[in-house]
């Protein structure tokens, strides 16, 4: 079965400090895993993925995440916080089912950033 | 990035009355898409799976006759909420599957109020 749980619904950070939020996913399969962003009364927009690849992956906006298979973990951070970064953000992990893939996601994080 | 567009972005009727929301892909095929449901403070949730040519998949404890969809080509996925009730209100998002499988890409969502 496949699940994700986000730590903590609401993080909160000073402009320019590290965004940390936190992702962990449950598999039974090598995951795909996504993190997406949504601002009010929108869509999600894809941040970054990994498939496989580097563990270390970057995405948009100078955000970046760490795929750890030991510790199911693939959380998201980003150096220095923007006043544009307040957004919720959706950990989300796909798995194949014949030539599509599944999305589940996570309950969410909504990030607030304070000047 | 591959684009997705929905229409309409806000729509509010009444009780009892029937309501379209078309999703586009703008730039590409989509011969799969997905639409989602998501309530205040929640994540999002599955409804059904949109196969052009077929019919489409639905969600554990998702009612088919009352959430119609349609795929009629490889560009254009349509959810009819029949005789919508308050309790339907919610943000609709629909999703579509870029040219990766691996990879959704999402519409800007649809408020649906019913009153």
């Known amino acids: 079965a496949q699940s994700v749980t986000q730590l903590g619904s609401h993080v909160s950070v000073s402009e320019g400090a590290l965004v940390l939020l936190r992702c962990n996913y449950s598999s039974s399969v090598p995951p795909y895993l996504f993190w997406y962003v949504q601002y009010p009364n929108q869509g999600l927009q894809l941040l970054l993925k990994y498939t496989s690849a580097a563990t270390l992956v970057k995405g948009i906006n100078g955000f970046e995440a760490e795929f750890k298979k030991s510790e199911t973990s693939f959380h998201l951070t980003k150096p220095s916080a923007h006043m544009s970064d307040a957004a919720e953000y959706f950990c989300?992990?796909?798995?194949?089912?014949?030539?599509?893939?599944?999305?589940?996601f996570g309950s969410g994080t909504k990030l607030n950033v304070k000047p | 990035g591959a684009v997705v567009s929905q229409h309409p972005s806000r729509v509010i009727c009444k009780s009892g009355t029937s309501v379209k929301i078309e999703c586009r892909s703008l730039d590409f095929q989509a011969t799969t898409m997905f639409w989602y449901r998501q309530f205040p403070k929640q994540s999002l949730m599955l409804m059904a799976t949109?196969?052009?040519?077929?019919?489409?998949?639905?969600e554990q404890g998702v009612e088919k006759d009352k959430f119609l969809i349609n795929h009629a080509s490889l560009t254009l996925s349509t959810l009819t909420v029949t005789s919508a009730h308050p309790e339907d209100s919610s943000f609709y998002i629909c999703?579509?599957?870029?040219?990766?499988?691996?990879?959704?890409?999402f519409g800007p969502g649809t408020r649906l109020t019913v009153l």
């Open positions: 999703s579509a599957r870029g040219g990766e499988a691996d990879t959704q890409y």
């Open positions: 989300a992990v796909s798995v194949a089912l014949g030539n599509f893939n599944k999305f589940y």
């Open positions: 949109s196969n052009e040519g077929s019919k489409a998949t639905y």
